[in-house]
């Protein structure tokens, strides 16, 4: 895919790079420098040499997959005085919503009306009625209760269609929805410190960065997605919510259920419903909508993935695709994450939220709650009025009391843990609970599990409620929170191997994926390796050559080349659009290594033949730098202008700095100037400054030596620590002459 904002402002791809380089001075010092390494990303080795006073730069090795991203946002500072709360802008005409007719009975009631609903809700909540005489009823003695139970919820939501079970309720304008409707947590704490179950908003440090992308100019530059990123308890749906209350809050909103794995098609996938359902929906006269996806992290590998973003901001014209997912999700390590992932990171870069407040944030929560001043639990506000100490202490609780629902609990965890989300099936506890619950039954029959699930789920507090089941999918599952995750991680440690090993065998093969990933960020590459080879097996198009380019990855980071060649092979061979283009860049490298320069050059051809976004320009410059090696001169220009011109921002940079080289050995200053240029325009963080150093010195040869000086003082301010070294060099030579 390209990416949601390609449609308004074209994409540009995202590319990491590590690399090696030696920079030569006039002196023959050499300096060895590491760019930005990432443990996802073969290492990419420059070398700048010294030859006849010039510098110049030769790229061996491979860069990772690459992903086109939707340009940003600008994220400057947010700004120092947010206002307070202002309210929702003025909503348009709500359609032809019948005023209420007035009351038939000319008789004046003394009491007022219940309070009259601003849209018809079909499921009203009954109301009292009052008896034939309405006698003051006493009233109900005050419980001294420390913790009394939550603010009723609101009226239940208007049911969707049964062919509809994508969507949570009918589309509903926002300024008529509760949050609890839209899953924002209604608190007993916050019920009873400040007396309403949604507390007063205190606004945070994103929210003026926020405001920002929700401006016409910036949702058309991403296409209308906007994503807000968080740990656990750090408040992201309520943040993004009031945003939007704050931008759009007249406009309709279409609520998305999560996924439900095991359910029917829409249900499982239900972005991907809403997205073909969208000219069924009936949209046309309630103007451009919102589509929310609250803890989106569950529908990745369910339906979230570029090209569904794509399908859905351009068959909803105008609308705002609003995202709230899980920081620890996005930090899986990226060595075979999939494109979205990489697109959803950067599109939050600017709207990442910690369960801690700042000084900033804190000193407004200071405002809201005065009397809350010296309560040091104010610091963490979203997750104390969220309920996240209570579902600890709970959990807590239960672990003294209870072990074998604690170990019910624990299992449930297990699955966030091992980087899964979304309902637990209840048999995957059933089998974990055999192992970690001392003297439980384990057997298929699972009765004491059963027991302990029951007991789970029999307390209706929210806040107190360890595991939610689910309905609607195919087996028996369970929901458990993400703080009660954070806690049995803290008390119990490690995921124990055995574990790891019973999920690897039990989950499918896009979540061997995820879950090989999950065991790269813990440090076990045997469980990757298991986990992977295990997805390589199966007989999924899409995940086994995805499995088999993350493998040879990983064995070519271990230095083992012979595995590492014959797991790129299987990826090229699966004819694979995306993975067998950048297993073959990769697999020349591999070669390359081991001194197979002709099937290098074979492998490096493959990727060039795909056309593919990042494979095609990388290949065609490592086969330039394997010319240039050979002499053959005239094809590492060819393939040089070629990696020039894909505009590709590593490959394109690189290329022009080594392509200005060989065109300054064969006199042609020109060119090799506006290559130089180019490469210094391109922003690259290092081979602009190097590119800078060598124009400064063929300025020097051309004895243009005041463009030359002023180009060395600028590097030497740029930073780049091993280029001013460098260019320091060159600015004492000509102070000498």
Not at 360 to 382: H, K, V, Y
Request: charged residues 25%; negative net charge; aromatic residues 4%.
């Amino acid at each position: 895919m390209t990416d949601p904002a390609s449609q308004a402002s074209g994409s540009r791809p995202w590319q990491e790079l590590a690399a090696w380089a030696l920079v030569g001075s006039g002196g023959g010092s050499l300096v060895s420098i590491l760019f930005g390494a990432d443990p996802s990303i073969s290492v990419v080795v420059a070398v700048l040499t010294m030859a006849g006073g010039g510098l110049t730069l030769a790229v061996l090795r491979r860069a990772a997959p690459g992903i086109s991203v939707g340009e940003q946002p600008s994220s400057a500072a947010p700004d120092p005085d947010p206002e307070p709360e202002p309210a929702p802008d003025p909503e348009p005409e709500p359609g032809p919503e019948p005023a209420p007719a007035p009351e038939p009975e000319p008789e004046p009631e003394p009491a007022p009306e219940p309070e009259l609903e601003s849209e018809p809700e079909p499921a009203p909540e009954p109301e009292p009625t009052p008896e034939s005489e309405p006698e003051p009823e006493p009233a109900p003695e005050p419980e001294p209760e420390p913790e009394p139970d939550p603010a009723p919820e609101p009226a239940p939501e208007p049911v969707p269609a049964p062919h509809r079970p994508f969507l949570r309720m009918a589309p509903t304008p926002l300024g008529d929805l509760d949050p609890a409707q839209v899953g924002i947590v209604a608190s007993a704490t916050a019920q009873r410190v400040v007396g309403q179950a949604q507390p007063p908003y205190v606004r945070r440090d994103v929210d003026a960065a926020l405001d920002r992308s929700l401006q016409p100019d910036a949702l058309a530059s991403t296409g209308g997605v906007v994503v807000v990123r968080g740990a656990p308890g750090s408040g992201t749906s309520r943040t993004l919510w009031e945003a939007l209350r704050r931008a759009a809050g007249y406009r309709t909103v279409l609520v998305v259920e999560p996924p439900l794995p095991g359910g029917d098609d829409l249900a499982a996938r239900p972005l991907e419903a809403l997205a073909d359902a969208v000219p069924s929906l009936d949209l046309a006269d309630r103007g451009p909508v919102i589509v929310w996806i609250d803890d989106a992290h569950e529908h990745l590998g369910q339906g979230l993935t570029l090209p569904v973003l794509d399908r859905l901001v351009s068959r909803l014209p105008g609308c705002i695709v609003a995202l709230t997912i899980s920081a620890p999700r996005l930090r899986l390590p990226d060595l075979v994450a999939e494109p979205v992932e990489r697109w959803l990171r950067a599109a939050s870069d600017a709207h990442d939220l910690s369960p801690e407040l700042s000084d900033d944030e804190l000193g407004r929560a200071f405002g809201r709650f005065p009397d809350q001043s010296l309560n040091p639990r104010l610091r963490w506000l979203p997750s104390w009025f969220g309920a996240a100490d209570q579902l600890r202490d709970r959990y807590r609780e239960v672990r003294e009391n209870d072990p074998l629902l604690a170990a019910v609990i624990t299992a449930a965890a297990t699955w966030h843990r091992v980087g899964l989300h979304g309902p637990v099936p209840v048999d995957l506890i059933r089998a974990l609970v055999g192992q970690t619950a001392a003297g439980s039954d384990g057997a298929p029959d699972g009765h004491p599990v059963d027991e302990a699930l029951d007991r789970a789920t029999a307390e209706v507090a929210p806040d107190r409620t360890l595991l939610v089941p689910v309905p609607g999918a195919g087996e028996p599952s369970y929901r458990v929170a993400s703080t009660v995750v954070d806690e049995v991680a803290l008390l119990e440690g490690p995921v124990p191997t055995s574990i790891w090993r019973t999920i690897i065998d039990r989950v499918s093969p896009e979540q061997l994926v995820v879950v090989g990933r999950a065991a790269l960020a813990a440090e076990r590459t045997d469980l990757v390796e298991q986990a992977w080879e295990r997805a390589l097996g199966s007989s999924d198009d899409e995940v086994a050559p995805l499995a088999a380019f993350g493998l040879g990855l990983l064995y070519e980071q271990q230095g083992h080349a012979g595995r590492a060649e014959a797991s790129y092979r299987h990826a090229v061979e699966s004819g694979h659009a995306g993975h067998a283009p950048m297993a073959a860049f990769h697999l020349g490298g591999v070669l390359e290594d081991v001194e197979r320069v002709g099937e290098a050059e074979v492998a490096y051809q493959q990727a060039l033949a795909a056309r593919h976004a990042d494979a095609t320009p990388m290949a065609a410059f490592n086969l330039g730098w394997l010319y240039e090696q050979q002499r053959r001169t005239e094809e590492a220009i060819s393939s040089y202008e070629q990696a020039v011109d894909s505009g590709h921002p590593e490959a394109g940079p690189m290329a022009a700095y080594n392509l200005a080289w060989l065109l300054e050995q064969q006199r042609r200053r020109k060119e090799a100037e506006n290559l130089y240029r180019a490469a210094i325009a391109s922003g690259h963080p290092d081979i602009g400054p190097m590119a800078a150093v060598s124009l400064g010195i063929l300025l020097e040869r051309l004895q243009r030596a005041r463009e030359a000086r002023k180009l060395f003082e600028r590097v030497v301010n740029s930073g780049h620590e091993e280029a001013a070294a460098a260019a320091k060099l060159r600015l004492r030579g000509l102070r000498r002459r």
